[in-house]
């Protein structure tokens, strides 16, 4: 029977916030950041698994009380140099445990994405379940494209015609994920990336707004108002 994995690459420094804490354990909604994606993966009835892979130095994970996920979660401290690097140690660590087997549905996510939802995730279950390849949460783009020069003139308007935004979690089978990532470039910036490079198609399928990639300061200030709607929302309902 085909499982569903979630496996979360959490080994980053997190640099481009200017703190020494790893931007995955900054607090947020007094939790720290990856809690939140762990709890929306974690109680999601199909996925069966989540992993965490972490850097091999990591102090800072056990510092936390992570009780409410025991009967789900897997930690590895095999986390590489890069995302593409800390994905395939999982996968490998995974398959070392018997944890996981080729057919099995990978959902790779980002662990500084907190607003990631149970009807995005459900929604990403259900459109890929049965496709061929597999595929990913994305946005179409809605701004105004300007592609600039060295010195930071504009040179032209880009077309943002069919240009989606990637977001996580991206879905592929075990084994194709794993090859993929072997193979890949070293260019790529997600998972999805080094399936094209096979020769793939991943499928896009429409995620939203409120599942961005906390990657600046400020960007904590919005995240925070979003998962403080969800919350009061929960409450009224």
């Known amino acids: 029977m085909t499982e569903f994995i979630a496996l979360i690459p959490a080994a980053g420094s997190g640099s481009r916030m200017g703190e020494a804490v790893p931007k995955q354990y ?54 590489g140099a890069t995302r593409a690097e800390s994905v395939t140690n999982g996968l490998k660590a995974l398959r070392a445990a018997n944890c996981v087997q080729d057919q099995d549905w990978i959902l790779v996510h980002d662990a500084a994405r907190p607003g990631l939802s149970h009807a995005l995730t459900e929604r990403l279950l259900d459109q890929l379940a049965e496709d ?5 949460l994305a946005v179409p783009l809605a701004d105004t494209l ?13 077309s943002r ?61 919005l995240a925070e108002l979003v998962l403080q709607a969800r919350c009061n929302t929960k409450r009224i309902s």
């Open 161 to 221: 015609e069919r240009l989606w935004q990637a977001q996580t979690p991206q879905m592929f089978r075990a084994k194709l994920l794993l090859e993929a990532l072997e193979k890949a470039p070293a260019s790529i910036t997600d998972d999805a990336s080094a399936v094209e490079a096979l020769g793939f198609s991943p499928r896009l399928v429409m995620g939203d707004a409120y599942n961005f990639k906390v990657t600046y300061p400020q960007d904590l200030k």
């Open 132 to 136: 061929e390849v597999g595929g990913l």
């Open 26 to 79: 900054r607090p947020l909604a007094g939790k720290p950041m990856i809690y939140h994606a762990l709890r929306t993966l974690c109680s999601t009835d199909r996925i069966g698994t989540v992993c965490v892979v972490l850097a091999p130095d990591d102090k800072e994970w056990v510092r936390h009380d992570w009780d409410e996920f025991s009967g789900k979660i897997r930690i590895f401290n095999c986390g």
């Open 146 to 158: 300007k592609r600039a020069d060295d010195t930071d003139r504009v040179v032209r308007t880009e």
